[in-house]
T-cell receptor, first 113, second 113 residues
């Protein structure tokens, strides 16, 4: 079975632009979470979606938004990009229920110039 | 608020030596605890998880972790390090009240020949 897939793998943007990152979960997983991992740090929780509804949100500005589609895939959108948004963006999927482990994709490396 | 502390951002061991990576959590209720490993340019891979079934948890690649409520710790160990264990290791916590996963800052393990 395919794991979590993310696209694109790398992306270069300039300040002020917006970006859309995409994620396809493991088949059968209905929950998708997004994380930001800055170099040298652990992943920081951005959002979790389940059945197209936002179930959790981390301490990120409103420039960050996401949605989940009927096929459980997800998009993360970031507007008005800042230099500080440069990071590895990770998507993770999990089965229903609390305490289920997150299964991660390989991420999208976003660089802001 | 929940938090996870990983003591030691860098740990070096000789090949064949014991690996001990430390993780302490703060949670008012028994949490769900996880250890993940991240190799360069990849996402995070689940090593093991604690979900209250047993205090000693065995994971993949010979790793195990022991949940100690009295010490609020969940340290990761491996009896004999292998060169392929060199990677970054993250401890994560999720409590029963939220769907957020909180990651530690990571410990980079170096294995010396």
């Amino acid at each position: 079975d395919a794991g979590v897939t993310q696209s694109p793998t790398h992306l270069i943007k300039t300040r002020g632009q917006h970006v859309t990152l995409r994620c396809s979960p493991i088949s059968g997983h209905k929950s998708v979470s997004w994380y930001q991992q800055v170099l040298g740090q652990g992943p920081q929780f951005i959002f979790q979606y389940y059945e197209k509804e936002e179930r959790g949100r981390g301490n990120f500005p409103d420039r960050f938004s996401a949605r989940q589609f009927p096929n459980y895939s997800s998009e993360l959108n970031v507007n008005a990009l800042l230099l500080g948004d440069s990071a590895l963006y990770l998507c993770a999927s999990s089965q229903q229920g609390q305490g289920q482990p997150q299964h991660f994709g390989d991420g999208t490396r976003l660089s802001i110039l | 608020a929940q938090s996870v502390t990983q003591l030691g951002s860098h740990v070096s061991v000789s090949e064949g030596a014991l690996v001990l990576l430390r993780c302490n959590y703060s949670s008012s209720v028994p949490p769900y605890l996880f250890w993940y490993v991240q190799y360069p340019n990849q996402g995070l891979q689940l090593l093991l998880k604690y979900t209250s079934a047993a205090t000693l948890v065995k994971g993949i690649n010979g790793f195990e972790a022991e949940f100690k409520k009295s010490e609020t710790s969940f340290h990761l160990t491996k009896p004999s390090a292998h060169m392929s264990d060199a990677a970054e290791y993250f401890c994560a916590v999720s409590d029963s009240g939220t769907y957020k996963y909180i990651f530690g800052t990571g410990t980079r393990l170096k294995v010396l020949a």
